[in-house]
């Protein structure tokens, strides 16, 4: 039982690479050159995961969270899901 939710949300890369497509300045251009194979941060229940875009300009920084109070419904930590509390976007004008 997944407690209505896809199994892709209890895996933090996955949740950090959905949140990305939904964020990017231009969507149809994230691409698998953009997702990390290693978190920047990562605990039992805290995850940060950075991207930059393939030109360089933009940088993203998704910190995912599982939160304590969904504990009683997943039953146990492997079945939380992860859920994006924050998005941080730093944009550069040029390459300098």
């Excluded at 939904?22 to 251009?29: D, H, K, M, T, V």
């Excluded at 978190?39 to 940088?59: K, M, N, Q, W």
Aim: charge should be neutral; proline fraction near 5%.
């Amino acid at each position: 039982m997944n407690a209505g939710h896809d199994a892709w949300c209890r895996d933090p890369q996955l949740v950090a690479s959905a949140t990305l497509r939904r964020i990017a300045e231009e969507p149809e251009g994230v691409e698998a050159a953009w997702l990390p194979v290693e978190p920047e941060h990562r605990e039992r229940t805290v995850a940060i995961y950075t991207f930059h875009s393939l030109d360089g300009l933009r940088r993203y920084r998704i910190t995912l969270r599982r939160f304590a109070w969904l504990m009683p419904t997943a039953g146990s930590l492997q079945r939380m899901i992860w859920v994006a509390e924050k998005v941080e976007i730093v944009t550069r004008a040029t390459l300098d």
